[in-house]
């Protein structure tokens, strides 16, 4: 209901070509298609608009909006209230379909090297289990991660949807701590014109949706 609210929302502002700029921040843990199907859309329904998009960690969205860098940016928080809330996915523990480990040997992890909540996350949780863990591969890169996942060298930390082939959800089986959600929320300026801010927040809960 909210989506159809703000599509006919953007419809009734939108009688003239939309025109302006508009400054955008998208977490780099998306898939590359539900990445590139916001921008496929949001361009073709406005190619008048200028668009700049900054991908990468979102810790220092919000930060970016506030300051006058960034229009808008969906901000990724194990809490609520830092906006209007998009989307909350579950986190999970992820390893490659090949992988296997020996019983008595520690489980090698793989770890956003960010410095953020979602870098923390593994290591916060397996400690707090009495897990034996060690961290046996370390990137600043999304994509580095998800590669080192796939290619067996550890377990990591993924939600839901980046899980990708060649991985699988860790079983049961290996008894590993319940990870929190995720919770997606859209910060905007108030320095941005309204009706650019309606037109990628209804892109955005649009394409993103499940």
Not at 48 to 57: H, N
Not at 190 to 201: D, F, K, Q, Y
Request: net charge negative; hydrophobic share 40%; proline share 7%.
């Amino acid at each position: 209901k909210t989506v159809l609210l703000d599509m006919r929302r953007a419809q009734s502002l939108f009688s003239q070509p939309l025109r302006g700029t508009l400054r955008v921040g998208i977490p780099d843990h998306y898939g590359d298609m539900i990445f590139e199907r916001v921008l496929a859309e949001f361009r073709r329904n406005h190619p008048s608009v200028d668009l700049f998009v900054t991908s990468g960690c979102s810790g220092g969205f919000s930060d970016a909006v506030e300051a006058g860098h960034l229009d808008i940016a969906i901000v990724s928080s194990a809490e609520s209230g830092l906006g209007d809330i998009l989307e909350t996915e579950q986190t999970v523990w992820v390893e490659g379909e090949d992988f296997d480990l020996a019983p008595e040997k520690p489980l090698p992890i793989a770890v956003l090297d960010r410095g953020c909540w979602w870098s923390n996350m593994p290591i916060t949780a397996l400690s707090n289990s009495g897990k034996d863990f060690n961290v046996t591969f370390r990137s600043e890169s999304f994509s580095n991660v998800r590669c080192a996942i796939r290619a067996g060298l550890a377990i990591g930390v993924l939600p839901v949807r980046a899980i990708q082939p060649g991985m699988r959800a860790s079983p049961k089986t290996r008894n590993l701590p319940r990870l929190p959600e995720m919770v997606r929320s859209l910060v905007t300026s108030s320095e941005c014109a309204p009706e650019l801010i309606t037109a990628i927040s209804t892109t955005l809960k649009k394409e993103l949706s499940p």
